[in-house]
Structure formats: C-alpha cells, structure tokens
C-alpha cells in the first residue's frame, strides 16, 4: 500500500473578493490546506480602515487554534492599506503588486506592457462586475483616495518636489485620449460567458472604449503553491513589518518592528 503524504503547508488566505473566483480556482488546486477568508471589495476606498481590518484578521489567524505555516494576503499596496501590518508569530507572504491589475495579470512585466505609460486607466474584471457596486475601477470606485494616500506617503518620505517628481514618473502627468479607454482583463478560466460583452456595452453606454487584456493566474497560484520567489513576492518574518517602497520593482518590503 502506497504512503500519501499529507499537504506539506497549512496556509491562511485572506483576500479580496474581487479574487473570489480566481482564489477558489487556484485553492482547490494547491498541494497545500488552505483557509481562505474573503473582504468585501471597496474597502480600498478607506485605506486605514481596510488596514486595520487586514491586521485584525492576521491577529485572529494567529490567535486560532490552528497552527499556519504562513498567513498569505491577496492585496497589493491598496492605497497604503498593506502598509504597516505586522507578523507577530506567524510569516505573512503577500505579492509585489501596486495593485489588484497586476495580481490579475500575472506580473508586474505584464502590468507594464498592458498598461505603458496610462498606469491609472481604469480597468475591470469578472470581480469587479459581480461584487462592486461599479464596474470598472475608477477615481469614482476609490483611485483618487487611494492615489492621494500615497501621495501623501511620497511627501513625507521625500518633500513635496520630489514626491510629485516621482508621482508624475511611475503615474503620467495630465490626461490623453487614452483616458477614454478602459481594460477589461480577462482571466479565462474563471470568467462566464457574456461577461466581457457587459462590460463592453456599459462601457459604450459612458461613451468609452474597451480594451481586452488577457489576465493570468500565474500570481496566484504561485501565492498559494508556496512557491514565493523574492522577486515576485514579499516574506515578512515574524517581529517585522511591511513598509512602501513605491517603485516598478520592490515596491513593498519588511522592517523589524521597532
């Protein structure tokens, strides 16, 4: 009789719903026990609430009777909301990811060739049709507090001349026609037929244009296989804390906690 070697990981997610199809697709193909928990979309529009909603729940994990060998985040920075959560006891993994565009696209590479020198376009994806009360991400859905709060975080770091220096370099400064376009990206194996069509003829309706983009699970599922290379994904040890670096590269990093 053959030995079958239990999962080697017992892993907690905590993720954004507009992930929820995706997240469940790659959960129950994972080699590991995962418990997943899922936050309403929308909570980006108050990053310090939504970060401390984040730390509750990373609390709560640690404070289960379960023992998790990592508590995995499916968030990118969100506005700063990823910035300053702590690892008490238990490693937390979470992508390099600005925000939830480049988690559904696969990669930061990815992010860059789909959306160029336009990076705040607005963009939508199955999650955001089911579970937003707007189809699109958007200034209106939370964009501009979400880029203020980080604005707010490069003026503090370096003064307000360099911050908007740096904005202006990773953003764009003013509009373009490219402002009349938005990105539906589209993740085969979890969209339902007619999603995209929806998203198009709404998008028509608001006078806009619609770009498809083929998104990937490669993020993801890496995520929750386990497999966290350094470059793809942050590893915050337990005593440390994550902190915003800003970039196209690291762009979030850990710190002990002082």
Known sequence: MNNIEPPSKSLKLICCNVFLREACWCVARSP???????????????????????????????????????????????????VGLQARRTPLVLPRAHDCATILLGSRQRFQEVFGDHPSRPFGSVGYW????????????????????????????????????????????GDSPEDSQLVFIHVPETTWEGCEACFRERASQQGKTCLRAEGSLTLIRR???????PEEFLLVEPGERTVGVYDWTEIIRSQPEA
């Open 32 to 82: 590991h026990r995962i418990d997943p928990e899922f936050l309403e979309l929308g909570e980006h529009v108050q990053p310090d609430r939504l970060r401390a909603s984040l730390q509750s729940r990373i609390d709560a994990a640690e404070a289960s009777p379960k023992t998790y060998d990592a508590i995995c985040l499916l968030y990118g920075l969100c506005g700063n909301a990823a």
């Open 130 to 173: 089911e579970r937003g009360n707007y189809f699109v991400r958007t200034e209106e859905g939370g964009l501009q507090i979400r880029e203020g709060d980080q604005f707010a975080a490069l003026v503090e770091q370096y003064g307000e001349d360099n911050a908007r220096y740096i904005w202006e370099s990773l953003h764009g400064a």
């Open 223 to 229: 995520l929750l296989d386990g497999d966290w290379h």
